[in-house]
């Protein structure tokens, strides 16, 4: 009975949901730092992060994210800053699906990965 109310909450709350995605435009390599290390980096930073630090904070130590979303649910505004964390595609672009999601409210961190977004709350 949870699952199901749950899911139907889920699911009514997505269709609730307004937002943008603004992709930043490269990779965000600099020139003496190559994509491995910098992914290594930026995993290892987001796999030790502490909920509640400040988006500001986040964005000193990793710099521009490859992707950011921003959306409302609820009456609260979420932003979502994607940081590149596994090579998938050797094309030369960094793509949504090689980046961990790092999720904010009121610019404090509230989750980080792959579900984040849909479980994030106050």
Same mark, same amino acid.
């Given at each position: 009975?949870?699952? !199901?109310?749950?899911?139907?909450?889920?699911?009514?709350?997505?269709? !609730?949901?307004?937002?943008?995605?603004?992709?930043?435009?490269?990779?965000?390599?600099?020139?003496?730092?190559?994509?491995?290390?910098?992914?290594?980096?930026?995993?290892?930073?987001?796999?030790?992060?502490?909920?509640?630090?400040?988006?500001?904070?986040?964005? !000193?130590?990793?710099?521009?994210?490859?992707?950011?979303?921003?959306?409302?649910?609820?009456?609260?505004?979420?932003?979502?800053?994607?940081?590149?964390?596994?090579?998938?595609?050797?094309?030369?672009?960094?793509?949504?699906?090689?980046?961990?999601?790092?999720?904010?409210?009121?610019?404090?961190?509230?989750?980080?990965?792959?579900?984040?977004?849909?479980?994030?709350?106050?």
């Amino acid at each position: 009975m949870f699952k !199901a109310a749950r899911l139907a909450a889920i699911l009514l709350s997505s269709t !609730a949901l307004t937002g943008c995605v603004v992709a930043i435009g490269n990779d965000g390599f600099g020139d003496d730092e190559q994509w491995e290390e910098s992914q290594k980096r930026n995993d290892r930073y987001i796999g030790s992060s502490i909920l509640g630090s400040s988006i500001t904070a986040v964005k !000193a130590d990793l710099g521009e994210p490859n992707y950011r979303e921003s959306f409302q649910r609820d009456g609260d505004t979420f932003e979502v800053l994607y940081y590149r964390t596994q090579h998938r595609h050797s094309d030369g672009q960094t793509t949504k699906d090689e980046t961990t999601p790092m999720v904010f409210i009121d610019n404090k961190l509230v989750g980080y990965g792959a579900t984040a977004i849909e479980n994030a709350t106050r």
